[in-house]
Each structure stands twice: as C-alpha cells, then as structure tokens.
C-alpha cells in the first residue's frame, strides 16, 4: 500500500442520504464508493436494502473494503459506472431505487504518494483513477499536438491562457513530473497574471489534463443514459460535482429529460461543513426523481 494518513470525509451526508433514501428495501449504486463514506451511511440507514458499490481505482477500494467489512449487504466492484447497465444485468438487476454519484477525485488519489495529481509535491505525471488504464497524464502532455493540448486545456480547465501553456509544453518536452509541468506553466504566464490569481496559477491546467487522462465529462454524460434506462419510477439520482463543467452537464441532461425531473438542488454545503471539511467548498448537489 502507498504511503496515506488522511481520510476523506463524504460531503453533503445528510443531504444525500435524505434525498437518495426512499425505499428502505431498495437496491441502491454508488457509482463512486472512494474510500466508501457515502456507501457506509447508506448501508448504515437502511441495512434491509442492497447496496452495490463501484470505482474504477483498485486501491482506493481496498479502503473502502476494510472499512464496509461490517456490512453484508455491501458489494464492491472495480468498474466503472459507465458499464452498469451490463454489469447489473450479469447480476440479474433490472431496476434499481437510487444511484449515487459524487464526482471529483477522492482525498486519497490526492493525497497518497506518487498518484500524480497534485502540484504541491513532485511526483511522476501520473493522474489515472484506473490504474489498470494505459493512458497517462505523461502520454497526453508529451504526445499530444500543440493544437489539441491548448483546446483542452481551454475547454476542461477554461484557462485564458491556453494557446501560452500548450506552446510552452511542447519547446519543454520531455515534461515527466509534476513539478516540472509546474515550471512550464509558470513560465507561459504573464508575471501580472500570476500575481492576479488567487488559486494556484497551476490549477486550470491540471484539472483539463485530469479531465482528458480520465475522460470525465464524456463519463458524466454515460452516466445520466444509464440512471434514465435503470432508475424505477420515483427512483433518484444524487450527483455531486466540483465544478461548473460537470454542473452544467447534469444541470442540461436532467433539464432536457423525458424521464427524469429534478427534485432539489444546487444544494451546497453550509459554512459549518467547510469550515469542518474545506474539500466541500465548492460541491453542488443535484438531485433528480426517475418519472
Ligand atoms: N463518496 C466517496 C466517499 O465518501 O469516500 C468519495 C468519492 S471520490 C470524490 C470519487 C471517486 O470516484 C474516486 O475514488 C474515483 O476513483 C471514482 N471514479 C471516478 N470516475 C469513475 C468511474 N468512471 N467509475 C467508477 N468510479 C469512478
């Protein structure tokens, strides 16, 4: 096991467990187990239901093994919810009461060694969730055209100085760490700019490779066909973004739904929970009902 001492608090977990909990016999997803917070208060607010729990990072879900080791009726799968349509049907589920999403990266990718995905340490340029996946953070930065880095990096980071930061990343290559990505972005940017910025000038930028490496906006959007085809009528569907990207693609799918009809949301977290977990500072709950 990697080195990690942290442990990541669920966001919103009243609020969630309120909308998401109809039917306490149900069969409930939760597409994003992570260490397994969100999965254990569902399991511990209605232990007569089923619960079936999936991430695609095979480590973070030995944490969420030992953690939901109590629970009988708690399956954990290392796959990703784009495929639940297939996997429920090997397991004979036709319909389920609730599924759950809470999207983002998970405080042990962030925080466990050599994961990649933080510019505060210099690690190898890594940022796969499935770790099982070929394609790295390091392909895409060292492999990609001029062209198609900058329009990521616009459109999944929305970073004004794309074009800058893609020209710089390709006269830099071989880029292989973190820090080194770092340099090459402080580089790019225009010394005003960077005094300007109140986030880390280097945050755009990693959130659009992270996005491309794992494809999250394209699963979002797989994510929401499978809750319309799966949920029973009056089923619900919870999701948690972190950002207005993923926000804005539930907010226009449940929006433009037939089948769906969303029930509450945005919901945020109050001053009290991120002043207790800073992580939730930017979390939005959507919560949809299947009609
Ligand atoms: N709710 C969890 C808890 O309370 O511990 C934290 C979830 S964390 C914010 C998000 C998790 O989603 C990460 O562990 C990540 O690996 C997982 N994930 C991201 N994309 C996924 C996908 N397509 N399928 C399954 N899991 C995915």
């Known amino acids: 096991m990697r080195k990690y001492n942290d442990k990541h608090i669920p966001v919103l977990p009243q609020e969630v467990i309120s909308y ?3 039917n306490d016999n149900g069969i409930y997803v ?3 187990v992570g260490e397994g917070g969100h999965t254990a208060l569902i399991a511990n607010k209605c232990p007569n ?18 953690r939901l080791e109590g629970f009988g009726n708690v399956t954990l799968i290392k796959a990703s919810y784009v495929d639940l349509p297939l996997i429920l049907k090997t397991m004979e589920i036709e319909r389920v009461s609730g599924i759950l999403a809470d999207l ?11 994961r990649g995905f933080t510019f505060n340490r210099d690690e190898p340029l890594d940022m796969r969730m499935d770790l099982e996946q070929t394609t ?3 392909d895409i930065v060292n492999s990609y055209s001029e062209k198609k880095l900058a329009d990521i990096i616009f459109r999944y980071g929305e970073e004004r100085f794309s074009r800058r930061i893609a020209k710089s990343i390709v ?3 071989p880029i292989n760490t ?3 990505l770092v340099e090459v972005i402080q580089k790019a940017l225009p010394p005003a700019e960077l005094r300007k910025r109140r986030r880390h000038f280097a945050t755009k930028t990693f959130q659009a490779i992270r996005i491309e490496v794992n494809k999250e906006l394209k699963n979002i959007e797989q994510l929401l066909k499978n809750a319309e085809e799966l949920l029973e009528i009056g089923g619900r569907l919870a999701i948690i973004s972190f950002h207005s990207l993923e926000d804005r693609i539930v907010k226009h799918f449940i929006k433009n739904s037939k089948f769906l009809k969303q029930i509450a949301g945005p919901i945020k977290p109050s001053e009290d929970e991120i002043k207790s977990n800073p992580r939730a500072r930017s979390a939005k709950l959507r919560v949809a009902e299947r009609i």
Do not use: M, P
């Not at 239901?49 to 030992?66: M, N, T, Y």
């Not at 983002?104 to 050599?114: F, H, N, P, V």
């Open 136 to 138: 790295s953070a390091h």
């Open 20 to 22: 998401l909990i109809w």
């Open 30 to 32: 939760d597409c994003t």
């Open 49 to 66: 239901s089923r619960i079936i729990g999936f991430d695609v990072d095979f480590e973070v879900l030995e944490l969420a093994r030992q």
């Open 171 to 173: 006269n830099n290559r």
């Open 178 to 180: 973190t820090r080194e």
């Open 104 to 114: 983002g990266i998970s405080t042990y990718q962030l925080k466990a060694e050599d």
